[in-house]
DNA sequence: ACTACTTATACTAATATTGAGCATAATACG
DNA sequence: CGTATTATGCTCAATATTAGTATAAGTAGT
């Protein structure tokens, strides 16, 4: 090849996105600012640039900072800067998610703009009051991915709506082998006919729909009303591809590192934790193994205290053993 | 903060790492580059421009690409370009590792170059032959990191030299809390005193020995001779480092997904593939629980051919079911 | 105080998975 | 033909998992 490198390299600026979870009132939730456009594109500029703007034509997206070789020494310590300078709390657990370079991540960049770049990160927090960025509010993560939450059940889009239109997309296959090979993917992913629901499928399911065009990827190249149907509110840019990524990821960490801890109180009981484990996993949990499982691994320890407003019999409050972070490995909260 | 983005953006240049791994002779190999200082500071550029150089004064590098935001679509592709173009053949498994941004990575930055970002990427390919990648050899990756091979039970190296010299460094603590934070990381990651030892553990305790200055991370600070000795060879830059990230990761991956197949020649006995397995995980497995975790998985299907030179009894030979990559999940080769 | 309801926690039986090893089969070599 | 070597089938005990039953200890209502 031999190319120039002056002439094919073009510019790249790199960016840092985040994906802050907490637990509120046992539901999972997620920051997300309320963005127009024009912000939007000049996204790598500091948060605290942005000013407030009109209620219609907004988009929903990932806080995303600004990385300067100059000033951190490390991506994460990039990350972590400038989102604790504007939640004006510690994030705890910090987990570098994959990084998106793909062409057209930033419609910027088709005007002769530099290619982004983004490192996404996920990061837990404990839930400790609202948080200073401006237009940021706390989102139910299912509010962008109904079809995950399997706590109630079944959910009933999924059902009514989403697997009789990927049926539809199978039928439509061009040839037989491209229908086999998409009504195989949607076993796997969305659990057709007795194969098992995998909750960690978070990224291969949205990728499906988005393939079968049965989902929005963006919400800006719309203007006006704000994109949400039965099938869940999009976001800007790659930003719902992202939180897809941090979710999945989240769901496979918990079952083999004692993550969730990261997002619980300092003492919990047992069915505050199962609770916050279920949030995050979409699905309900044996209560009585869950116990067992949770003090074979010695994760936790009892305070001694009691917790009365159970509503039934006062639980044991416990505490995480921060030890056990550095004692074994292998442990988490896996239960199937 | 309100910072101006131009005064404290300084520059930013985006690499692609790729740790690619081949098994040639049942021994893991990954493919390195003999560098010299001037042209590792330039690895920006093409492979293909450097030249040849003496033989003092030389590096071993990962294989290392530039990005070229107007040419590639995405990283992944990019990576593929010119991986593909330099081996001449195609790697099949390619899976995104980590992206590393730490401040003096490049030893070119400090005289006030652009911060190099590298994306690490980890490519699988199968045992076909030499590559064209010029000065690029199959180097065993175990001599990098000895202590990483328990095939022929517990290392020597461990037990007459990195043990007592691990056991000093706690010893030297400063005080009694970090005495004891640094027992117990070394127990965790070193197995000392039969805590069991975690084989996914590579980089964590790579990093431990980096610590506790039992280990050389660069070669690239050195004039002449090539740094090698009873604690393994170091790399250029932060490249072992990159290659540590990249075994823990395999290591781990083999055991819930599938990916083993990929090192594999088309057709192959149970014991042949076991002995890839062992060779990655660095540790022996029982023959007769392999071969009915193997089979009961149905990852693999006899080809109703047999192989004679075993030395023994005539096996069977398998191929991979490559449908089941798509069939169920969560099925690899994990026997612990 | 008694009842109904709620949650906590202990314990059990059936089943599945895993770890270790024995036994036998089929080849090569001398 | 005997011995070495690898392949492969099978067993057995230990452990882990799943799906419960049973009981304890509170709250709220009457």
Redo the contacts with the bound molecule.
Sequence with gaps: MNVNAESTNGQVVIGLNAVIVAIIEEQPKVLVVQHTSETLTAQHETLTERTALPHDNRHEALPFGPFYPLKHRTLEAGLRSWVEEQTDHDIGYVEQLYTFGNEGRDPREEAGGARLVSVGYLALVQDTGPTAIENAVWQDWYRFFPWEDWRDGSPIILESDIIPALRQWIADAENNDEQKDRYERACITFGLDDTPWNDELVLERYELLYEASLVTERQDNLNGEEISDHRGTAMALDHRRILATAIGRLRGKIKYRPVVFELMPPTF???QLQKVVEALSGSLL????F???IEKKGLVEATGKIE?Q???????QFRFRREVLMERQALGV???
Tied chains: 1, 2.
């Design positions: 009981t047992l069915l044996h209560k009585q193994n116990r067992r499982l009365s159970t509503g039934g019999r006062p639980a044991s896996r239960q199937n």
